[in-house]
């Protein structure tokens, strides 16, 4: 038997049009690593709704499934890293969350959101008011191991270099579909190396009374 470090439990947030159940082979690799690894479903996930309302979806979950004092560490595919930063720069979760990994998320926007009149896609456009938001501040997540993994071959993040932040270590990786982020072993490796990381700052995650 594997003896493992601690570890902080893991949440993983789908994106547009997807399920819990995108993170399936991770979930397994994660868990047999000694992860624990935890996920939600979003409604709706098809793009109708505000990321802020996904965001809030987030914190409930947190806040039903986990003790006020137990930090965690977030992963968030493609529209759920976005959904992440909203709850991490606007709900309060810098102050617990620890680790951060995005997966081919638009960071600074993708033009394909331009192909669907959604809100929440909407939301996903270059320099949309939400995007100009979170990246008004988005120095605070300094304060995290925030790494943003990504493909120049992904045809849902153009440009896929809008995926990269300043403050994160960006990780490109030579996989060759958006969708295959989270089941290409490298992929899965590059999260697994990051959630093991060391953490920059062991006192930074203040428990919420």
């Known amino acids: 038997m594997k003896n493992f470090p601690q570890r ?7 994106g547009l049009n997807d399920t819990n159940s995108i ?4 979930r397994n690799y994660l868990t047999q690593e000694g992860w624990s690894v935890y996920s939600l479903d979003m409604i709706p996930c098809n793009g109708d709704g505000r990321l802020q309302d996904l965001a809030q979806q ?3 979950y947190i806040n039903v499934n986990f003790a006020p004092e137990q930090p965690l560490d977030l992963v968030g595919l493609s529209m759920g890293g976005i959904v992440s930063r909203y709850y991490l720069q606007r709900l309060g979760g810098i102050k617990r969350v620890q680790r951060f990994i995005t997966l081919g998320s638009p960071h600074n926007g993708t033009l394909l959101a331009y192909c ?4 929440g896609c909407v939301q996903m456009r270059l320099d949309s008011e939400l995007l100009q938001d979170l990246n008004s501040d988005a120095a605070m997540l300094e304060q995290l191991n925030f790494t943003s993994i990504w493909t120049p071959y992904d045809l849902m993040i153009v440009p896929a270099k809008s995926s990269e932040m300043s403050m994160a270590k960006n990780v490109q990786l030579p996989i060759l579909s958006h969708a ?3 089941t290409d072993p490298k992929g899965i490796k590059a999260v697994a190396e990051a959630l093991a ?7 930074q995650v203040i428990p919420r009374g």
């Open 180 to 182: 295959w982020l989270t």
């Open 58 to 60: 987030v914190a409930e």
């Open 23 to 26: 993170f399936q082979k991770m």
């Open 8 to 14: 902080n439990p893991v949440l993983l947030v789908h």
């Open 116 to 119: 669907s009149g959604r809100l």
């Open 197 to 203: 990381a060391p953490i920059k700052h062991p006192s």
